[in-house]
């Protein structure tokens, strides 16, 4: 009823190949920022600092390898540590340069974790598919090592260990262990904000055409005067700073401080998940799959003993753990039957039902 | 130059003077680089039948091996509790084969590659969640394998061989022989190659694709339960055996998705070369290279031969 195309004419191109055709979902998205921003003014603590700000990083991370294997088609499993290159390049950065400031630092980050990415990428010309993924996997080993073993990418810190310093923006405590997790969720949601605009600009454009005609058949791409190895490098670099800028939040705005561990193989496969559980190729998806996996455990956590403890079965907190993978894993699997597509298929057919809603023609 | 000769002249020298220490780094290389190609092998198998990447043959290998050893726990004799678990593979692969496989036919091969990943984290929540996250000793001496060491002096200087890599080399190769017989002697074995070539061919000649998976994924359980006895009474039956199980995907792409002698070497390839690498190399740059070498040594090989050492030969059409 409220979500009609009805009456809303296109009178110029431009407003033709606009992202977002109908007054509806402009509304709609400008209300989802404004609800985003309120939040963090709403919201306690605990939904922000465990909630919100994991959410939306991984968000960041999930829309940069969607763009590797969902828009180039090129599968990854180095994204963990493509965001450990981003965490330790802003750590390197921040300290050594500790006058300017933090945010430029985290945007620069990305820059590292892009030409690092884009090194790693170079077999991606001959090597296809799955046997490119386990290439991959030789820069998730090998950084994860370099992590460990090059202390200099700590300042020799005893620990090993990544720490937050105090920084400030405008005067007010961003990173460190003062700032807020209002402050913190804030200058997340506004960096996610900007590259996801970003990125939703790259996809639609000239770019993202290439990326596209590269996933759906390199050959024949090539012939069409797309230069495979710059396209698939570029996606590499592009995906990879997103990683990166990923990387860095997730350490000075989320943990606050982090060990080598945090990048590791488990961080990587469930980057992946997200993706292909909200939709490979899809911004949105990107946001779908990463609140479906991130949140969905933290709700079991909740979720699980208040269904079985009224039936006097006490569980443990390990138990919970377990049951919780199990429950993922079957999830993924039973969303994968109903929707290969993924969560952003489904959106995408809600929108239409609602469209001709009340009537299913 | 100083870092050119300790990197292409020391070790060798170092290899010429001690020769006994290079026939036991060799040895070892070699043992972990046949169990590599035990796990790898469970691998090939499902890939070759289905065209699915099974993510989750490292955790097939944990599981069963959780399994018999869960059952010997509960009392059950040590040979009848390996014929239990032989059945729980199967049932294993059924409950697959149905719920996973049946659904998802025709799709991508990406689909398939995530549900194996489903499949990963509902197995790691079972596993823990009936035999618990913590270690547990694998029953050596119960299954009548082989402990204790053999030293042998050789080239002026003792080369120790354990009982156990012994007889899990010899164990690993019969797997692989009698594998490499059904393949290619049997009916069902010619079902597989056929089915292997293309699916809708092989369904036209009235190959039954639903129990060829059952039972790939069956052989799959199978040679995943030796290989989790083989590692489990080398390191211990834990669910950090999975990141054992991650090597053999080097292993993997070394010697082509869909071949078994490919599988094999490339597993030595890995094996010894991970081992001398980490012996003479490592030192050089702080040791554990052993996490990453394997990975940059396949990278390297890919990079001249895309499909593999024995892989198919991929032929692009438009």
New interface residues.
């Given amino acids: 009823m409220l979500y009609r195309e009805a009456g809303q004419f296109k009178t110029n191109y431009v407003a033709d190949r606009a992202i977002f055709p109908l007054r509806e979902d402009r509304i709609g998205l400008g209300l989802i920022v404004l609800v985003a921003y309120s939040l963090a003014f709403l919201g306690n603590d605990f939904l922000l600092q465990a909630v919100l700000i994991p959410f939306l990083v991984f968000s960041l991370a999930a829309i940069g390898l969607n763009i590797l294997t969902g828009y180039t088609g090129l599968l990854s499993l180095g994204t963990g540590a493509f965001m450990g290159v981003g965490a330790y390049a802003c750590y390197k950065l921040m300290t050594a340069f500790p006058e300017v400031n933090v945010i430029v630092w985290i945007f620069v980050s990305g820059f590292f974790s892009a030409g690092i990415g884009a090194l790693f990428g170079l077999p991606s010309l001959r090597i296809k598919g799955f046997y490119l993924a386990v290439a991959t996997l030789a820069a998730q080993f090998f950084l994860q090592w370099c992590f460990i073993r090059i202390p200099w990418l700590v300042n020799y810190n005893v620990s090993g260990a990544l720490e937050a310093p105090l920084r400030t923006l405008f005067g007010i405590p961003i990173v460190g262990a003062t700032a807020t997790p209002q402050t913190r969720y804030l200058v997340v949601l506004t960096i996610v904000i900007v590259l996801t605009w970003l990125a939703s600009n790259l996809v639609h454009g000239r770019i993202g055409r290439m990326w596209i005609a590269i996933r759906d058949m390199d050959l024949a791409a090539e012939l069409m005067g797309i230069r495979p190895l710059q396209t698939k490098l570029l996606a590499f670099a592009v995906s990879s700073y997103y990683c990166g800028v990923a990387g860095a939040l997730l350490v000075f705005l989320w943990y606050g401080g982090a060990e080598y561990d945090v990048f590791n193989i488990n961080q990587s496969f469930f980057i992946l998940f997200m993706v292909i559980i909200g939709g490979l190729g899809s911004l949105i998806g990107s946001f779908f799959g990463a609140a479906l996996i991130f949140i969905m455990p933290i709700v079991l956590g909740i979720v699980l003993p208040a269904i079985f403890e009224p039936l006097g079965i006490p569980i443990a907190a390990e138990t919970i753990e377990h049951l919780r993978f199990m429950i993922v894993g079957a999830l993924i699997i039973f969303f994968l039957i109903v929707e290969p597509h993924g969560l952003a298929r489904l959106w995408q057919i809600g929108k239409q039902k609602l469209l001709v809603w009340p009537f299913p023609y | 130059m100083d870092i050119l000769y300790k990197i292409f002249i020391e070790p060798f020298v170092f290899m010429g003077e001690a020769p006994d220490l290079l026939i036991q780094t060799l040895w070892e290389g070699l043992v972990s680089g046949i169990l590599y190609a035990l796990i790898a092998l469970g691998f090939v198998l499902i890939f070759k039948a289905s065209g699915v ?1 099974n993510f989750a043959q490292g955790i097939m290998v944990v599981f069963s091996a959780l399994i018999l050893v869960g059952l010997y726990e509960q009392g059950v004799p040590a040979l009848l509790a390996l014929l239990l678990t032989g059945g729980a593979m199967l049932i294993l692969a059924l409950t697959v084969e149905r ?2 496989l049946r ?2 036919v025709n ?5 398939l ?3 194996t ?10 596993g ?2 009936i035999f618990g ?1 913590s270690p547990k000793e694998m029953i050596t001496s119960e299954l009548y394998l082989p402990q204790g060491t053999t030293e042998v002096e050789m080239l002026g200087g003792f080369v120790r061989f354990q009982h156990l890599d012994i007889a899990a080399t010899v164990i690993a190769s019969i797997m692989i022989g009698l594998l490499a017989v059904f393949f290619s002697k049997t009916r069902i074995g010619r079902a597989l190659r056929a089915v292997a070539d293309s699916h809708k061919a092989a369904l036209s000649v009235g190959i039954s694709l639903n129990q060829i998976w059952v039972i790939v994924w069956f052989a799959a359980g199978i040679v995943a339960l030796v290989a989790g006895i083989m590692w489990g009474a080398r390191a211990g039956v834990s669910f950090s055996l999975q990141i054992i199980a ?1 090597k053999a ?2 292993v ?2 070394l010697g082509g ?1 869909t071949s078994i002698p490919g599988a094999i070497i490339g597993g030595l390839i890995i094996g010894i070369g991970e081992k001398l690498g980490e012996f003479y190399w490592g030192p050089l ?2 040791g ?2 052993e ?2 070498l394997a ?2 040594i ?2 390297l090989f ?2 001249y031969r ?3 050492l024995f892989g198919e030969k ?1 032929i ?1 059409r ?1």
């Avoid at chain 2, 799709?107 to 689909?111: A, G, N, R, Y």
């Fill in positions: 990447f719920v996973v659904p998802l799709q991508p091969d990406i689909i590659f995530m549900a990943f489903g499949l990963t984290y509902f197995l790691i929540g079972f823990e969640l996250g991650l995907l080097p993997l792409i998705f740059v702080g554990g290279i996490t990453w990975y940059v396949a990278l890919l990079l895309p499909q593999g991929i692009e438009i």
